[in-house]
């Protein structure tokens, strides 16, 4: 069983630019949440796929969007990048009706 | 904003000795969890205890949950030095799409 992973691991971006993250999730789960975690802070949630769709988001501007595809991979988008996000961002995968979610290593953002 | 509020912020201990993590929330939940994170990677789920429980063990870890404080509190016994990590509860309330909401942590050094 493979567990949830990542691309890419770092990534350095200029402010203003867009970035597309990409996530993998455990095999068998139709669920995919993206966080995003500031340093020294909690992860912060920034929205959930189930089946495709956008199924519920948190305090983030539209300039944060995703994508969930058929094999339940993901994708978040960030565009107009700014300084504040800067950030660990976390994927995590997990079954519908399932309470655990698993996370995946993370794709850390650097905006300069 | 998050409502899961960690104390201490850090905790230093001998190796073989006991650590105690406490989370305070300000909502009604569905369910509590507590979650391990080492060196700023990805998180790694330990336990869950459900708003109609007041105490969960998993091998070293106690956790009891308190919904009338709202609070909970997590117990590393005989901890090792491989339990250096930052530890975060996050909550459930129940309500909308599965988003776990997180506090900000508490960075526990085991000291060999």
């Known amino acids: 069983e493979t567990g949830v992973t990542q691309s890419p691991t770092h990534l350095i971006k200029t402010r203003g630019q867009q970035v597309t993250l990409r996530c993998s999730s455990q095999?068998?789960?139709?669920?995919v949440s993206w966080y995003q975690q500031a340093l020294g802070q909690g992860p912060q949630f920034i929205f959930q796929y189930y089946r495709e769709e956008e199924n519920g988001r948190g305090n983030f501007p539209p300039r944060f969007s995703g994508l969930q595809f058929p094999n339940y991979s993901s994708e978040l988008n960030v565009n107009a990048l700014e300084l504040d996000d800067s950030a660990l961002y976390l994927c995590?995968?997990?079954?519908?009706?399932?309470?655990?979610?698993?996370f995946g290593p993370g794709t850390r953002l650097t905006v300069l | 904003s998050q409502q899961g509020e960690e104390d201490p912020q850090a905790l230093s201990i001998q190796e073989g000795e006991n650590a105690t993590m406490n989370c305070s929330y300000k909502?009604?939940?569905?369910?509590l969890q507590w979650y391990r994170q080492n060196s700023g990677r990805g998180l790694v789920h330990l336990i869950l205890i459900r708003s109609n429980e007041r105490e969960k063990h998993s091998g070293r870890l106690r956790v009891t949950l308190d919904t009338s404080k709202k609070s909970s509190s997590l117990l590393i016994t005989a901890s090792r030095a491989a339990d250096t990590a930052s530890y975060f509860c996050a909550i459930y309330t129940g309500a909308g799409s599965y988003q776990l909401t997180f506090g900000k942590g508490t960075k526990l050094s085991v000291i060999p």
């Open positions: 909502t009604s939940i569905n369910n």
């Open positions: 995590a995968s997990s079954l519908a009706g399932v309470d655990e979610q698993f």
């Open positions: 095999s068998g789960h139709n669920t």
